[in-house]
């Protein structure tokens, strides 16, 4: 098979999703629909990707960055306008040219696989990816004539009844030949419903100068959908969450609820593992193996090991090792890494902290900028005092220290190994190896003040 190259169309403004944001980069599944593309076509053998951007242009160019390179649609003048807009870097490409639209994010590679398969063993100039939809209403009809080669496709809007009785569709992703397809573009014209070059009208010139136009098609139609509307989004995040949860489930994972269970497609999770009802795994989260996730727990990109129990969690681009205990109703913020043998109680929030290999912070406290050691012992009401106003400052916490309730712990401060707090102080200066640091005021009793103020 020649090189496949990829065209992804993503130059639209999405007017029906009523939104500042390009409709390609509203997410689903976890990333921007045109991420979903893009990825298709890499897995499918694409060995470069063009973009054709127009509206929030640089938005979608930032969003994906160097995964592929871009062009600009200024004005958006039908799709066929779109393609030739890449016309400049596919000069010295000799090969396939695969069209894809960047609003499709619930395409799959196989499918891709089978149309680039078909279009290279039938040497067509064009092949065309058809489906065939319940109902058809807004999409062009695929006419074939008596042999099933495809003669054209018309568009909803420019079809006789006759035409619009035809159930297999146009679906808008192509295989062309780059030679084909450049010598037909140039043939386009604008004389339509929509005033607009049609992409479409393509296969047209082809039939008429011979050309060998074939169509493949998708065994499911689904796979094709495109997203126009918010409500279309939510209809395409629940066939992704669903294939998320049945490819889990078939290696091994339990999901208690599939109805209340959220799982971004890049999201890993080890064998034995038991998701329970109302959680959330997005972004780079990974999971390891025989670990009990939620009930309503969301993780954002975080590595969790082996054997962990989370109950009750929201943490968001941490590390947590194996053997760990979390929760109830306990925030994990950004580069809080959890050693192996950690246990979190309630009502606690670690914040940019490395809590050392089984130490304790059984609950209603505040971790924030602290290194902890070993084996170390927070009591209940801890309160690390990290911020001037001004600046952030560390606290450190030595192996095996044992810190009482109520304390305050003034950063910068240090408490060395083996070092106690005593219960209610309020720690300004550091505190020596195995010392008993004291920071409070005597207790002095006023005898009588109470029946005096009445």
């Known amino acids: 098979m020649s090189q496949l190259l990829a065209v992804i169309l993503a130059a639209g403004k999405g007017t029906r999703m ?32 063009i973009v054709v951007i127009g509206f929030g242009a640089q938005s979608v160019a930032a969003a994906l960055g160097e995964q592929a390179e871009y062009v600009v649609q200024a004005e958006q003048l039908g799709t066929g306008h779109a393609v030739l807009q890449a016309r400049r870097l596919l000069a010295e490409f000799d090969g396939t040219v695969m069209i894809l639209c960047g609003d499709t994010p619930l395409l799959q590679a196989g499918v891709l696989e089978k149309l680039y398969e078909g279009h290279s063993k039938a040497h067509a100039a064009a092949t065309v990816l058809t489906a065939q939809m319940p109902d058809p209403a807004g999409y062009g009809r695929v006419i074939r004539d008596s042999s099933g080669r495809v003669m054209k496709i018309v568009e909803h809007k420019d079809a006789s009844p006759a035409e619009l009785a035809v159930n297999e569709v146009n679906t808008g992703i192509y295989c062309f030949e780059r030679a084909a397809l450049f010598e037909a573009l140039a043939g386009l014209n604008c004389n339509n419903a929509q005033g607009e070059y049609y992409l479409t009208d393509v296969i047209d010139i082809l039939t008429r100068r011979k050309a060998a136009v074939y169509a493949v098609t998708a065994d499911d139609c689904q796979e094709t959908l495109g997203i126009n509307s918010r409500v279309q989004l939510a209809e395409a995040e629940k066939i992704l969450r669903k294939r998320k949860l049945q490819e889990l489930m078939d290696n091994g994972v339990t999901i208690m609820d599939t109805d209340s269970t959220f799982i971004d497609a890049s999201v890993t999770v080890g064998a034995d593992t038991v998701i329970y009802p109302f959680t959330w795994l997005e972004g780079a989260t990974v999971i390891g193996r025989c670990c009990e996730i939620g009930p309503s727990t969301r993780l954002q990109n975080t590595k969790v090991g082996d054997n962990t129990v989370l109950h009750f969690v929201y943490s968001h681009d941490c590390e947590i090792e194996a053997n760990v205990t979390v929760g109830p109703y306990v925030h994990l913020r950004p580069g809080t890494k959890l050693a192996q043998g950690v246990k979190i109680g309630n009502f606690v929030e670690v914040k940019n902290s490395q809590i050392g290999t089984g130490s304790k912070i059984p609950h209603l406290s505040y971790i924030g900028d602290t290194d902890m050691g070993q084996k170390v012992n927070i009591g209940s009401g801890t309160i690390t005092v990290n911020y001037d106003g001004v ?44 010392a008993l640091g004291v920071g409070r005021a005597r207790q002095t009793n006023i005898e009588g003040w109470a029946g005096k103020r009445r």
């Open 18 to 49: 009523k939104s500042a944001l390009p409709k390609v980069l509203h997410r689903v599944g976890g990333k921007p629909m045109v991420q979903h593309v893009l990825d298709a076509a890499k897995t499918a053998g694409a060995v470069r990707s």
């Open 391 to 434: 600046n952030k400052h560390r606290t450190i916490i030595e192996d095996g220290a044992f810190v009482g309730c109520n304390t305050n712990l003034v950063a910068p401060v240090t408490v060395g190994q083996g070092a106690y707090i005593a219960a209610g102080s309020t720690i300004t200066k550091d505190v020596p190896p195995t």
